[in-house]
């Protein structure tokens, strides 16, 4: 079986601030990791994925994400927030060895970039 | 390229009427799937498909139908509908890329209101 967790349901960030949405995973094997974001009254779009090799990801808009094996975890970072990274965030997970099931995302973390 | 399209927008329906959402890819890609997202629980997945032909049940499978006779669509077939299936649907396509993971693509979305 494979879980993810977001542990917030909302993050407050000033513009210009760094800013940091947390993502733990469980899977029982090596896992792929994947990073979506969703802006108001929109589809969701793909911002990075974690496969293998370095555990620092960059991805689209300036966001990157560090993958931690021992802590399971793959928390989404940016430097400077912007007023446009306002979305909500899904972080998702599928067990490497998991065959054809499909990705397992998070509930969601809201960022909210104040000006 | 459309990418993947979604239709309706918008559905209300009554208890008990049938639907299908609709959902076209362009891109040749074998697998799709569909997703339903409600408020504080993420993302779930209904059903996939690996290829025309071949389809597999996910996360939240009860009330719904699917087939793929095509690999352009994946239609998602409500029964008979009930107020618990109120919410946002999106269906997806991936992109495999070998050892370079995959990456999925959403379409809009149909905001489902069932009464």
């Known amino acids: 079986a494979q879980s993810v967790a977001q542990p917030e349901d909302q993050v407050n960030v000033a513009e210009g601030n760094p800013l940091t949405v947390k993502c733990t995973y469980s899977v029982s094997g090596n896992p792929y990791l994947f990073w979506y974001v969703q802006y108001p009254n929109r589809g969701l779009q793909f911002l990075l994925k974690?496969?293998?090799?370095?555990?620092l990801v960059k991805g689209s808009y300036g966001f990157e994400a560090e993958f931690n094996k021992s802590q399971t975890s793959f928390h989404l970072k940016k430097p400077s927030a912007l007023v446009s990274d306002s979305a909500l965030y899904f972080c998702a997970v599928r067990d490497r060895g998991g065959g054809a099931d499909g990705l397992t995302f998070g509930k969601g973390t809201h960022l909210i970039i104040q000006p | 390229n459309a990418g993947v399209t979604q239709t309706p927008k918008f559905q209300v329906l009554k208890t008990g009427q049938s639907m299908t959402l609709q959902c076209a890819q362009d891109m040749n890609h074998e697998y799709m799937s569909w997703y339903r997202q409600d408020p504080g629980m993420g993302l779930r997945l209904i059903h996939y498909s690996v290829g025309a032909g071949i389809t597999d049940q996910g996360e939240v499978p009860n009330g719904y139908n699917v087939s793929r006779s095509t690999t352009e669509d994946f239609p998602l077939r409500l029964l008979s509908a009930a107020p618990s299936q109120t919410s946002v649907y999106f269906c997806?396509?991936?992109?495999?890329?070998?050892?370079?993971?995959?990456?999925?693509?959403f379409g809009s979305g149909t905001q489902l209101s069932v009464l």
């Open positions: 997806a396509s991936t992109l495999h890329q070998g050892s370079k993971g995959e990456k999925l693509f």
């Open positions: 974690y496969i293998t090799g370095d555990n």
